[in-house]
């Protein structure tokens, strides 16, 4: 129980890192109504594109991140021609499928250009521990709580007040009747893609940053990404924003309590997003935030 | 020639792994993402009844089969009443709860490690030893398989089930019970699941967490779909073609840290683009009459 201010901290950090993952996974949902299963794949390649301009080729910060935006439009527009946009209006299956033999395209392309090994992203002052009272951080894990919250405050403001945010909602609500007052739809869901897959690369960067990079880190992210969307309801997204923070609560405070001398192993702290997906599904399939009772 | 035997096993045990997977994705268009779980489960059911206890082959298999169908079955009370988007969740994750707990219950499933050392089988003292005797038990089983699952294909539950996945409430309306035909489905196509990674653990002697990923499962995915999802030799055709064209790969002069994500690559595009080609045929929401 000493210990607690850090969990709480350590959950406040996790939980921002899924909000930039979670977010775009269900925005994608929400406006093109496909669960995109290459999401954090997404986020594995433009990682590790960053780490391509940063670390091989040694460009300065700013420049790496630029090319690394550019690439990732780049990248976001690929897969969205090939793979989602020649399936609309077919079978529900076909972009699942589309998307996971996505995911696995980019995941053996990163691994043979880069090799299976970890790699790893470092700043010297990013890393350097300051004590506040009783509790460590580090200046990049108050940079990932301050961008989470940044980003959330940004897009609510955009969905709600700008007049592109009410074209997204008017599509992700019903495309035809946006359609017929002059939007276009296909247009209105590409920036959404590529804004999505964006946000996510910079989650993925930001965990290359705090632990490291892996060509499988697509597969454990989508889990998280996905229990955090499920959680506060597909398409919500301050939902999924609620959401990614009650995940991270749940994992760092299930594995840091210690009732009388029992503690759960670190390693099951993957496995309570896959119970909190199949707990939710079974009693509020619509997330717990909906008021929709509607049967999934 | 030994190599000719090696690919041979591989193929009949993907053989059944693919058409049993045809059951539910093929026919019942139900894509359940957890079918290499079942694989995961009856594999590890054989290799420890085997190194711990000590099964015969028929009490293995039969063990692998019906723990599998168990399993499944549970999956099924929870994602048999969602709809498509969420049925795939659910399916993923109770596949990782699987693979988690796979690799977390040390105790049991050795965890990273794995499990080593699971003899061949014996029939009656008589252990099989060399490959080509394993050959002729394997292909042996992967026959009886294949026949059940062409009977299930031609029959009035496989009829059944593929008009369920064209058009769920046309079925209801004609009064069939829906539910405990996919859980029919599920628990069949699951234990028939199980059964393949018995053979798998018999043959290739150990299991470990990380043969049974997200990579096997696309794999899977890809065979069903090159080969018309549906279509019983269709399926067994691309079985072969798909578990034979990465082999040639196998003598190229790459680095052998390549040859995996390589096979992967070459599996994955070839589902997209088949997938890409076939857009207006697969899965399609009306049937040409």
């Known amino acids: 129980m000493e210990l607690l201010p850090q969990i709480l901290i350590n959950a406040l950090i996790t939980g921002s890192l899924y909000a930039l993952i979670a977010v775009g996974f269900s925005l994608t949902y929400g406006v093109l109504k496909i669960l995109n299963f290459s999401h954090c794949h997404l986020m594995m390649a433009g990682a590790y594109l960053f780490y ?13 991140a630029l090319c690394t935006i550019a690439a990732s439009v780049f990248l976001a527009s690929i897969v969205f021609f090939l793979f989602i946009r020649p399936f609309e209006g077919r ?5 699942l499928v589309s998307t996971l033999g996505c995911a696995t395209i980019l995941e053996s392309l990163v691994a043979i250009f880069f090799g299976v090994n970890v790699k790893s992203l470092s700043g010297d002052w990013i890393s350097e521990s300051i004590e506040i009272g009783s509790i460590f951080v580090t200046p990049l894990q108050l940079l990932i709580i301050s961008t989470a919250i940044i980003i959330s405050v940004v897009l609510a403001i955009i969905l709600q007040f700008t007049p592109f945010g009410r074209q997204v909602r008017a599509v992700a609500e019903r495309a035809t009747a946006a359609e017929s007052v002059g939007i276009t739809p296909v247009r209105v869901r590409f920036t959404v893609f590529s804004a999505a897959v964006l946000l996510t690369i910079l989650g993925g960067i930001l965990v290359g940053f705090e632990s490291n990079l892996t060509p499988t880190m697509g597969q454990s992210f989508i889990l998280k990404a996905v229990a955090a969307s499920v959680l506060g309801g597909l398409g919500n997204v301050w939902g999924t924003l ?28 993957d496995s309570f997003a896959f119970f909190v997906i199949l707990f939710v599904l079974l009693l509020r399939p619509n997330g717990i935030f909906s008021m929709r009772r509607r049967s999934v | ?109 050795n965890g990273v490690l794995g499990i080593s050392g699971i003899p061949r089988p014996k029939i009656a003292d008589f252990e099989l030893l060399n490959n080509s005797s394993f050959l002729f038990l394997v292909f042996a089983i992967t026959f009886v398989c294949l026949a059940i699952i062409y009977i299930l294909f031609s029959g009035p539950f496989g009829r059944a089930l593929r008009a369920q996945g064209e058009n769920r409430s046309a079925l209801l309306a004609l009064g069939r019970d829906i539910r405990l035909m996919n859980t029919t489905a599920f628990f069949i196509s699951s234990s028939f ?16 967490p990380s043969s049974f990923s997200f990579s096997e499962m696309t ?4 065979i069903v779909i090159v080969g018309s999802p549906g ?24 680095p052998s840290y390549l040859v995996g994500p390589m096979r992967q690559l070459l599996q994955s595009v070839i589902l997209v683009l088949v997938v890409w080609l076939n857009r207006n045929r697969l899965f399609s929401l009306t049937r040409e009459v």
């Open chain 2, 193 to 208: 699941a199980g059964l393949a990674g018995s053979l798998y653990a018999y043959y290739i002697n150990y299991v470990d």
């Open chain 2, 231 to 254: 279509s019983f030799w269709g399926c067994i055709g691309s079985t072969i073609f798909l578990v034979c064209i990465p082999e040639p790969l196998r003598f190229l002069d790459i």
């Open chain 1, 91 to 95: 079978s529900i299956l076909l972009p």
């Open chain 2, 1 to 109: 020639m030994e190599y000719g035997i090696h690919l041979c096993i591989l193929v009949c045990i993907y053989l059944i792994l693919a058409q049993s997977f045809n059951i539910t994705l093929g026919l019942g268009r139900l894509l359940n993402l957890a079918h290499v779980a079942g694989y995961a489960i009856g594999a590890y059911v054989t290799a420890i009844g085997t190194t711990t206890g000590d099964m015969g082959l028929f009490t293995a298999i039969i063990a692998s089969s019906f723990t599998s169908g168990l399993l499944s079955l549970l999956l099924g009370g929870i994602a048999l009443r969602l709809s498509d988007d969420y049925f795939a969740i659910g399916t993923l994750a109770f596949s990782s709860i699987v693979s988690a707990l796979l690799i977390n219950c040390k105790g049991v499933t």
């Open chain 1, 242 to 269: 609620a959401g990614s923070f009650i995940l991270g609560f749940i994992e760092n405070i299930a594995v840091g309590i210690d009732i009388g001398g029992f503690s759960l192993p670190a390693s099951y702290k």
């Open chain 2, 219 to 222: 794999l899977l995915l890809t």
């Open chain 1, 52 to 64: 391509l301009f940063f670390v091989e080729l040694e460009f300065g910060i700013f420049s790496s």
